[in-house]
């Protein structure tokens, strides 16, 4: 892999992803993903943590040996025997991860900031003299000492080290911050960077966007945001953000993350909520009147971009914000023609029964609606 201009996608669903509470993947549930990801044109998969042997070699190989186009990524403590698990699993690449916070280094490891150097130097030696693309990540990157972190890197680049992973390991960052520090990082050091962010404050994919602004050019992320507490940054979120508020092109074919997404939500328990960016069930569903007409005239009005693009489709729901014009197309569906005086007189009738309800009408509701509307208007003629 190289560093150009171009934003790279590592996706850790099958390894960060799985340490979401109560998520498991099989070995067959493992192996679809990984094929997904690669279809979709992700440039990196972190497939897994080989020194847990088991089931986990077991997927990690299974995996190897699909022969993707993507690449193989197995993460790694600083431990030689991590990488050697690694080298027997067949994958191109190692991410070795050591705490670079303090706090971490202290509490964690009750290790020293010399320890951390010595070890990033001999593990990451040791990868690259058995051939292998070496990731050096910090964890804890966005809690630690700046001018450490510099120390850090260093350390990874004497040593061999392709990239290094900053990793806002409890989601602590802003936007800003995000930018501001990835820039001054990327100043710093001669390495390519790749972001890692957590939405423990509800904003993984704006750092991680904020953090490409920074200079990095590697975003890592998950299939639907999962990972550990409130998640990681979301595939489909930093992807369809990059394109349509950054104008910036991945290598992910976007028509292709609609079937990822479902999978990954069916084999992790996880179902998406309604209105999940890109793939929630009610993102391309309107209610207001004024919106509807809106999105007659020029979709564009009110949708960034076409739900044919990512396997969504259009819904009209008739509730209490909806008028006349709405009706007149919901009802069309239906093969209903109505005139406009028509709609202005069903009008209220709907609203009345959407306010007791608490809620837009069912489809065979409206058609009720209509018919009873219907029957009392051509007893009074």
Same mark, same amino acid.
């Given at each position: 892999?190289?560093?150009?201009?171009?934003?790279?996608?590592?996706?850790?669903?099958?390894?960060?992803?799985?340490?979401?509470?109560?998520?498991?993947?099989?070995?067959?549930?493992?192996?679809?993903?990984?094929?997904?990801?690669?279809?979709?044109?992700?440039?990196?998969?972190?497939?897994?943590?080989?020194?847990?042997?088991?089931?986990?070699?077991?997927?990690?190989?299974?995996?190897?040996?699909?022969?993707?186009?993507?690449?193989?990524?197995?993460?790694?403590?600083?431990?030689?025997?991590?990488?050697?698990?690694?080298?027997?699993?067949?994958?191109?690449?190692?991410?070795?991860?050591?705490?670079?916070?303090?706090?971490?280094?202290?509490?964690?490891?009750?290790?020293?900031?010399?320890?951390?150097?010595?070890?990033?130097? /001999?593990?990451?030696?040791?990868?690259?003299?058995?051939?292998?693309?070496?990731?050096?990540?910090?964890?804890?990157?966005?809690?630690?000492?700046?001018?450490?972190?510099?120390?850090?890197?260093?350390?990874?680049?004497?040593?061999?080290?392709?990239?290094? *992973?900053?990793?806002?390991?409890?989601?602590?960052?802003?936007?800003?911050?995000?930018?501001?520090?990835?820039?001054?990082?990327?100043?710093?050091?001669?390495?390519?960077?790749?972001?890692?962010?957590?939405?423990?404050?509800?904003?993984?994919?704006?750092?991680?966007?904020?953090?490409? /602004?920074?200079?990095?050019?590697?975003?890592?992320?998950?299939?639907?945001?999962?990972?550990?507490?409130?998640?990681?940054?979301?595939?489909?979120?930093?992807?369809?953000?990059?394109?349509?508020?950054?104008?910036? /092109?991945?290598?992910?074919?976007?028509?292709?993350?609609?079937?990822?997404?479902?999978?990954?939500?069916?084999?992790?328990?996880?179902?998406?909520?309604?209105?999940?960016?890109?793939?929630?069930?009610?993102?391309?569903?309107?209610?207001?009147?004024?919106?509807?007409?809106?999105?007659?005239?020029?979709?564009?009005?009110?949708?960034?971009?076409?739900?044919? #693009?990512?396997?969504?489709? /259009?819904?009209? #729901?008739?509730?209490?914000?909806?008028?006349?014009?709405?009706?007149?197309?919901?009802?069309?569906?239906?093969?209903?023609?109505?005139?406009?005086?028509?709609? *202005?007189?069903?009008?209220?009738?709907?609203?009345?029964?959407?306010?007791?309800?608490?809620?837009?009408?069912?489809?065979?509701?409206?058609?009720?609606?209509? #018919?009873?509307?219907?029957?009392?208007?051509?007893?009074?003629?």
């Amino acid at each position: 892999m190289n560093s150009g201009e171009s934003i790279y996608i590592v996706d850790t669903t099958l390894r960060d992803g799985e340490q979401t509470a109560g998520v498991v993947f099989s070995v067959k549930e493992k192996t679809a993903i990984a094929r997904l990801l690669s279809e979709a044109g992700v440039d990196q998969i972190e497939v897994g943590i080989p020194a847990m042997g088991g089931d986990e070699l077991e997927s990690i190989k299974a995996i190897v040996d699909l022969g993707l186009k993507s690449s193989a990524l197995a993460w790694n403590r600083a431990v030689i025997s991590d990488i050697q698990a690694s080298l027997e699993c067949g994958v191109d690449a190692v991410c070795i991860s050591v705490s670079s916070s303090d706090i971490h280094i202290d509490k964690k490891l009750h290790k020293t900031r010399a320890w951390v150097l010595d070890e990033i130097a /001999r593990t990451v030696n040791f990868a690259k003299s058995h051939g292998l693309y070496v990731l050096l990540s910090a964890e804890d990157a966005s809690r630690a000492d700046e001018g450490f972190l510099v120390e850090f890197c260093d350390a990874g680049k004497k040593a061999g080290a392709d990239r290094i *992973r900053y990793c806002d390991t409890i989601g602590v960052l802003s936007p800003m911050r995000s930018m501001e520090i990835i820039a001054r990082l990327h100043r710093a050091i001669e390495l390519p960077l790749e972001c890692h962010m957590h939405n423990d404050f509800g904003m993984a994919t704006a750092n991680t966007i904020m953090a490409l /602004r920074g200079g990095a050019t590697f975003a890592n992320v998950t299939v639907n945001g999962l990972g550990e507490r409130a998640g990681n940054a979301s595939l489909e979120e930093v992807v369809m953000a990059l394109s349509y508020t950054e104008q910036k /092109r991945t290598h992910v074919d976007q028509s292709k993350l609609l079937g990822l997404s479902k999978a990954v939500a069916e084999y992790s328990g996880r179902k998406l909520w309604e209105s999940k960016p890109i793939f929630g069930s009610g993102i391309f569903t309107h209610e207001a009147g004024l919106h509807i007409t809106a999105l007659r005239s020029d979709p564009k009005t009110y949708e960034v971009f076409s739900p044919d #693009l990512v396997g969504g489709m /259009r819904q009209i #729901l008739i509730g209490k914000h909806s008028n006349p014009d709405s009706l007149l197309q919901k009802y069309a569906e239906y093969r209903i023609e109505l005139s406009e005086e028509q709609a *202005r007189e069903i009008l209220p009738i709907i609203r009345d029964i959407v306010v007791e309800k608490k809620r837009a009408l069912f489809d065979k509701e409206l058609v009720e609606v209509y #018919l009873k509307w219907k029957q009392s208007t051509d007893a009074a003629s």
